[in-house]
Structure formats: C-alpha cells, structure tokens
C-alpha cells in the first residue's frame, strides 16, 4: 500500500470506503465474494437500481414496524383502538413490488420457483414434502436466497389478500403479519439489509468527486471514518428520496413510498444520534491510540502536526454536531408537518405532489448537510449537487432562521442570567446551573457554527466566557457578569448579521417566515 506524506507523519493511502463497506456488510468473506460473482454475472444494465430498490423495501418494510418512523402526527388513540386496515395494505403492496423485484434478478431460475410451486401441489408423501421445504430453505447461493425470499412474500401477498377482505384490522394481526414479514428478512443470508448504517458496495458509491477529494484530506483514521460513515449516508438518503419521486409519480404506487420513507427517517435518526453522541468519542479514541503509538522522540518531532490536527478534530466535532442537529430538526418537521399521515384521507393524485415537495425540501437538507461538510473539510469546495438560485436562496434561509432561533435561545439566557445574579440566593446548589448546562450545549448545537462562519471581532473574549462557564461548581458573580455582557454583544452581532443576510440578493422580496422559525425552534427544543 502506498504512503503519502502529512505535515506530520507518513501514514498509508486509504481507500475512502471500502473498509465500511466490507466490515457493515455482516457477510462473511466467502459469501461476500459469492454475492459479488453473482451480481458480476448479472446481464441488464438497470441491475444496480433493482437491487437497490429490493433492499430499500426490505429494510422499509422492517422500519414501517415503528411508529416513530411514519409521517404526520401521531395517532393520540391508544394501538388497540386504531384500524391497521391502510397499514396493512401499504405493506401487501411493498410485499407485491419485492416479489416483482425478485423475480427480475432470478431471470430464468424464476421457472425453479414456479416447479417448486407445483411439486407441493402434488407430492403425496409428507417425507417428500419435508424434503422439499428443506431445499427451499437452503441459501448457500444468492440465487438460493432470492428463490427463499420469492417463496416467503409470495404466501405473504396471499395471505394479506385474504386478511385485507376482513375490513378492520387489529393491532395483534397487523403485527403478527409484520413480525413474520421482518423475521424472513432478517434471517436471509444475502439480502438481509436491517443492520444500522450498513452500505452495499453494489449501490453505495460515492460519485462526486469533490467529496472524495473532501475525504481524501483527512489525516486522522478515526475522523476519515466518521466522516466516510456520515457522506455515505447522505448519499443513502439521497437514493432514498429518489426511489420516492419515482413512487410518488405512479399514481398506483404513491403509498408504496411510506414504506421507502420509514427506512430514510430510520437511518437519518441513527446518524444523527450517532453524530451527536458517539462520533466525538470515536474520534478522541482514535486520536488517543495514535499518540499511544507514537515513541517519545516521535511524539516531540511530530508535536506542531499533533496539535493541528486535535484543533482540526475539535472544528469537525463542532461541525458535526451542528450538523446532526439541522439535520434532525429539519427531517422532524419535514416528516410532521409537510407529509400527511398514513390514516389522511387523501387520493393518490394529491398524495403524490405532496410527496414530491416533501421530497425536495428533504433533499435539500441532505444536500445542505453534505456540503456543509466539505466546506469543513476542504473550505470553498462546492460539491456538484445544486448551485442554481434556488440552492442558494434555500441556504440562505436555513441560515436566517439559524440565526433567528440562536438569538431567540440566547435572550433567553441571558434573562435567566439577569435574574440570577439579582437574586444570589438561587445560587445554592448545581441545579441552579442547568439553564447553564441548557444554554452550552444550545451553544455546541447552534451557536458555535454561526460564529465560526462569520467574521466576529469578539470572538475570543465570547469563547473565554463561555469556557468560564463550563465549570458550574466554579461560577460567580464575575463570570456571570462577563458572560452576560459578552452575550449581549453576541446578540447585537446576531441582529446585524440577520439583516445582512436578509439582504441578499436571492432573498429579495422573500419575507422571513416567523412562524415556520418559531416552530422549528420548538422541535429543536424538543416541546413539540
């Protein structure tokens, strides 16, 4: 393997997926190269988008099981009380198109299936019929484990079809059906896509190159890989919302597309929650193992390139975790406010163009998630996703309303803080802190990218205050003080940047939306 040369050390070229893609698989190696052969062997051109739409139903079909992951608002009545009858029938139709899609990637052993069919027609014997269903059980090929998949959801659609004619469906049978659905996709040994952020290397190519250059410059292993984890993803969901689209168009298959939507709300919570609680310890662990590794004369001659790329690792945990929160808010209210429920009674013609905004203003948040990464990466590097006005106007008003919400979330501390430092009795225990505790991770989430993005000539009397702060066994009236006047200025800063921002020109004529901020800023705070 090649090395290339840091500021630092010489450490060996990487490739920028491959070890995520083999270790996420959960195949072992011989059945990894078995499932590559076969989908080598392949003979149509499309074989790549089947593929990919097969393992998007199946790990849909697994995430519609949750509530969490359907859009619009909950249902306030209790599970027993709800009629699972449009569930249901969600699920026979995804059943449908998987054995659609089965079918086309057997080709000609789609016959096996159908002698297969007929022998259990015929068989006398129980011994022969036992035979039998042990060689549909088998799954030494992928083929094997198409033809298993074929078998299973091809009872399930007649199955479903006779449960669909009894009118009302139960809690208890809509989850009978759909344990019994999940538990054949989970037990399939090569199309078994239900494990947390796994990737396929057949389908889950990064194709821009900006964003491989963006990878590329990453000198640490364990921040190489977040990051290899997180554009993959994005890239996932982008696949996502286009297999949606293509739903949303067919009339016939809109509510096809509820399914595809429970695995993108699935994965993007999972990263998210990945970002925002796991991804900084990975990255200080790696980073640990490194210096570990290192013997005392490489450790003072690499010092400078140490420290330069712990400060990196500080800037992208701050980026990602700003990340992971513009993510989760935006994918919230995109799914509960501008998506109906599944219980909604609405037509398909109308379904579908709601899907295909609700899918733009979605797209436009991965997009904005993808290169708000690059640009930490590798600064001034625009990937070739959307540069058109629209893009930027899109951009320009996530970040008027960020800059709203921070100042919303700021008055507030700084009120609290007001309120403290006049009454001195409240300081009585670390409870009293918590708006403290509250305000520093608001900080973390919001606050720290606004001021990393944009010129702020107090930038480091702002940081030191809040970094007094952090230590809430040790605050006092001073460090209140100077927080609540760093604070205040931050706040003028805010309201200056806000106007200036509202006068660019793609948000001309564009008025802010107070309310949509006002609600975003309530799913962020967790009230609604």
């Known amino acids: 393997m090649v090395a290339r040369v840091t500021g630092r050390l010489a450490i060996p070229d990487r490739d920028v997926y491959a070890n995520l893609l083999r270790d996420t698989r959960g195949l072992r190696r011989d059945q990894a190269s078995a499932r590559d052969a076969w989908y080598s062997a392949l003979p149509w051109e499309r074989k790549e988008e089947t593929l990919f739409e097969l393992e998007a139903l199946l790990k849909g079909i697994a995430c519609f099981g949750n ?3 359907h859009p619009g608002q909950p249902d306030a009545r209790s599970a027993v009380a709800q009629d699972f009858h449009e569930h249901l029938r969600i699920l026979r139709d995804a059943s449908s198109r998987v054995v659609q899609l089965t079918r086309q990637l057997l080709g000609d052993k789609e016959r096996a299936y159908t002698f297969t069919r007929y022998l259990e027609s015929v068989l006398p014997e129980d011994s022969a019929r036992g035979r039998l269903i042990q060689e549909q059980l088998t799954q030494d090929t992928p083929e094997e484990a ?10 399930f659609l007649d199955l479903s079809e006779g449960l669909l004619r009894l009118g009302r469906i139960s809690n208890r049978i809509h989850s009978a059906y759909h344990g019994v659905l999940v538990r054949e996709v989970g037990r399939n040994t090569f199309f078994n896509p239900l494990m947390a952020l796994e990737f396929r290397q057949e389908f889950d190519r990064i194709r821009s190159v900006e964003v491989l250059d963006a990878l590329h410059s990453i000198e640490s292993e364990s921040g190489h890989r977040v990051c290899a984890l997180t554009f993959l993803t994005l890239f996932r ?3 996502y919302l286009s297999l949606i689209d293509q739903y949303a168009a067919e009339p016939a298959a809109t509510r096809r597309a509820y399914v595809v939507l429970a695995a993108l709300r699935s994965d993007v919570r999972t990263l998210t929650r990945y970002l925002a609680r796991r991804a900084a310890e990975a990255m200080a662990d790696g980073f640990e193992s490194e210096l570990l590794s290192l013997t005392a004369p ?6 400078d390139g140490l420290a330069g790329e712990a400060y990196g690792l500080v800037r992208l945990r701050g980026t990602l975790e700003n ?26 013609r109308e379904l579908g163009p709601q899907m295909v905004i609700a899918s733009a203003q979605a797209r436009a948040s991965l997009h904005h998630a993808i290169i708000t990464l690059c640009d930490e990466l590798r600064p001034g590097l625009v990937p070739e996703l959307e540069k058109d006005t629209t893009a930027r106007r899109a951009a320009s008003e996530r970040l008027r309303r960020e800059i709203w919400m921070f100042q919303r979330i700021l008055k507030a501390f700084l009120a609290m803080s007001e309120s403290s430092r006049a009454d001195p009795d409240q300081w009585v225990s670390p409870a009293s802190f918590q708006f403290v505790r509250d305000f520093l991770g608001h900080f973390r989430a919001i606050g720290y990218q606004l001021i990393r993005s944009h010129d702020y000539e107090r930038l480091d009397p702002f940081l030191k205050a809040l970094d007094e702060l952090r230590d809430v066994d040790l605050v006092e009236g001073a460090r209140i003080r100077s927080a609540i006047e760093e604070g205040a200025a931050f706040s003028d800063f805010l309201g200056v940047l806000f106007e200036r921002v509202s006068n660019r020109a793609e948000l001309q004529g564009v008025p802010f939306d107070r309310q949509a901020a006002a609600e975003m800023l309530k799913i962020y705070l967790g009230r609604t």
């Open 323 to 348: 990340l992971a929160n513009t993510l989760r808010v935006e994918i919230r209210r995109t799914f509960d406010h501008d998506l109906p429920s599944l219980e909604a009674k609405i037509g398909e």
């Open 146 to 155: 198409l033809l298993l998949l074929r078998n299973a959801f091809g009872h």
């Open 67 to 69: 509530p969490r992951n």
């Open 237 to 239: 969901g982008l696949r």
């Open 298 to 303: 490489e450790l003072l001659r690499s010092y």
